[in-house]
């Protein structure tokens, strides 16, 4: 059973730094792909940055040069480097796993497979 664990969320100012964490287990986690998508209130669900099992990593336009996605394969675990943060940023962030490629999928609009409960961020200006 896939299972999905996000941590690191919080509230902090405008040009602040956060690090989101998802922890992964009760699968081969070399084998899937991984990414972050968030959520704002009254805002669809969005793709915001994808790794997939080779390394291959995509950003949303909204915050490439800002975020970094990476994984910890001995760990199991992806995160989600987030810095000079902006009140847009504000969502929920939610992890997600996929057998198919997660790049692809977030650069379609597809919705992965498997999710995490989520962690809030909130960014005050």
Request: proline share 3%.
């Amino acid at each position: 059973q896939v299972q999905l664990v996000e941590s690191g969320g919080g509230s902090v100012q405008s040009g602040g730094s956060l690090r989101l964490s998802c922890a992964a287990s009760g699968y081969t986690y070399s084998t899937y792909h991984m990414g972050w998508f968030r959520q704002a209130p009254g805002k669809e669900r969005e793709g915001v940055a994808a790794i997939d099992s080779d390394g291959t990593t995509s950003y949303a336009d909204s915050v490439k040069g800002r975020f970094t996605i990476s994984q910890d394969n001995a760990k199991k675990t992806t995160y989600l480097q987030m810095n000079s943060l902006k009140p847009p940023d504000t969502a929920m962030y939610y992890c997600a796993a996929d057998r198919r490629c997660m790049t692809i999928l977030q650069a379609v609009g597809a919705h992965p497979q498997y999710w995490g409960q989520g962690t809030q961020v909130t960014v005050s200006s």
